[in-house]
């Protein structure tokens, strides 16, 4: 059976591709764990292991939109970590498709990924109705237009995070509030704590929330 004959779920996740270097190399996550999302799913950790373990990165092809007659690349490497499914490909050259979706995403036109896959272990919560996802057996990763599941889109490969993303990470893992998390972005941890020092913060002290939230981020990027 192909995948064009067979009924697949599609997930689509809310993180930005931010860029895609010269040789079409992009990087990112296409699902995120333990996060509600509007079909009012959750993907639990582990749920993509045994479809990896079996299948290996070049066993799940690379799609744009879904559409199993566009293959546009290869993914080169996908793995789980703390955060989600994260995947790394690379666009092909010798494809118009993939050359045209390199463009696109250059220019800011594409910035979502989404995947195609058959629950083989979940359960829904009867008082939520929330579906977790216990066990995905994951066909295919696609380039989309629009994400649903916040948090997974296109990173820019290897390097320092954007400015949305480490703002997300502040505001997520060190808990700072939006306007606390701008102005470490804006004028640095310093100016930040110099503020907090002047009136001090009766809860956990920013230099423990910086620190909690950092280790969370080296088990995230840890190599495996």
Known sequence: MTVSTMKLERKLIDVTIDGVDEAGMFEGYASLFDRIDMSRDIVERGAFAKALAKKGPGGIRM????????????????????????????????SARGREVRELIRDGALDGLS??????????????????????????????????????????????????????????????????????????????????????????????RIRLATRSLNQRTSPR
Request: glycine share 8%; hydrophobic share 40%; net charge positive.
């Open 63 to 94: 799609l744009f939109q879904h559409d199993p007659a566009q293959p546009i690349g290869a993914w080169t490497d996908i793995s789980e970590d703390a955060f989600g499914l994260k995947v790394r490909g690379r666009l092909s050259a010798g």
């Open 115 to 208: 995947i195609g896959f058959k629950v083989a272990r979940g359960h829904t919560d009867p008082k939520t109705g929330i579906r977790h996802i216990k066990e995905a057996d994951l066909w295919e990763i696609s380039v989309v237009t629009f994400p649903m599941q916040e948090g997974a889109r296109i990173a820019k490969g290897a390097g320092l995070p954007t400015t949305r993303e480490f703002e997300r990470w502040l505001t997520r893992d060190a808990q700072l509030t939006r306007k606390e998390a701008r102005h470490v972005v804006a004028l640095g941890f310093a100016s930040l704590r110099r503020a907090r020092d002047a009136a001090p913060d009766p809860k956990t002290s920013l230099a423990e």
